[in-house]
T-cell receptor
Framework: AQSVTQLDSQVPVFEEAPVELRCNYSSSVSVYLFWYVQYPNQGLQLLLK??????LVKGINGFEAEFNKSQTSFHLRKPSVHISDTAEYFCAVSDSGGGADGLTFGKGTHLIIQP | KAGVTQTPRYLIKTRGQQVTLSCSPI?????VSWYQQTPGQGLQFLFE???????NKGNFPGRFSGRQFSNSRSEMNVSTLELGDSALYLCASSLDRGGPGNEQFFGPGTRLTVL
């Protein structure tokens, strides 16, 4: 069985400051890792994904994440946040490429951007 | 290309009733997954359909069921509604089942309130 832990339920950050949202996972098999963003009253949008290869993954809206196998982590980072980044962020894991057997999600981190 | 659409967007029911939610995937997508999102439990996988067959099911009681039609549209049904079924129900579609890079695209969700 897989599990995902997002260590912070809320992260307040000032506008234009850097941010890191933490994600740790546990799994007995090789995994694929994802970060999704959810804006109010909307569905989830994929920010980035790690399937294989380079451990540093770049996504949309200036976000990036680094896969660290030894620490079983997949932290999301952005060097300079904007008000429009205020949203809920979900880390997810799958052992089948994200399609067949369902994604296991973390509880989410609410990113709050302060002006 | 139109995204994933879900109908209705909002629904209010009373305990004991049943409800049917509908999801139309992106054109050409054959896999449809359903998720339940609540403040307490977060995002949880309900089931996944591919080519009209349920391929995987999450840990939900038998009151939760679904089906997929030949045009890949999917419905989920919840019978004998309970207060705890109040949630945002998200549908996601993907091109194919399994394999790396199999990104799921999410709809806006149906907000179900059980009174």
């Amino acid at each position: 069985a897989q599990s995902v832990t997002q260590l912070d339920s809320q992260v307040p950050v000032f506008e234009e400051a850097p941010v890191e949202l933490r994600c740790n996972y546990s799994s007995s098999v090789s995994v694929y890792l994802f970060w999704y963003v959810q804006y109010p009253n909307q569905g989830l949008q994929l920010l980035l994904k790690y399937l294989s290869g380079s451990t540093l993954v770049k996504g949309i809206n200036g976000f990036e994440a680094e896969f660290n196998k030894s620490q079983t982590s997949f932290h999301l980072r952005k060097p300079s946040v904007h008000i429009s980044d205020t949203a809920e962020y979900f880390c997810a894991v799958s052992d089948s490429g994200g399609g067949a057997d369902g994604l296991t999600f973390g509880k989410g981190t609410h990113l709050i951007i302060q002006p | 290309k139109a995204g994933v659409t879900q109908t209705p967007r909002y629904l209010i029911k009373t305990r004991g009733q049943q409800v049917t939610l509908s999801c139309s995937p992106i054109s050409g997508h054959r896999s449809v997954s359903w998720y339940q999102q609540t403040p307490g439990q977060g995002l949880q996988f309900l089931f996944e359909y591919f080519s009209e067959t349920q391929r995987n099911k999450g840990n939900f009681p038998g009151r939760f069921s679904g089906r997929q039609f030949s045009n890949s549209r999917s419905e989920m049904n919840v019978s004998t509604l309970e207060l705890g079924d109040s949630a945002l129900y998200l549908c996601a579609s993907s091109l194919d089942r399994g394999g790396p890079g199999n990104e799921q695209f999410f709809g806006p969700g149906t907000r179900l309130t059980v009174l």
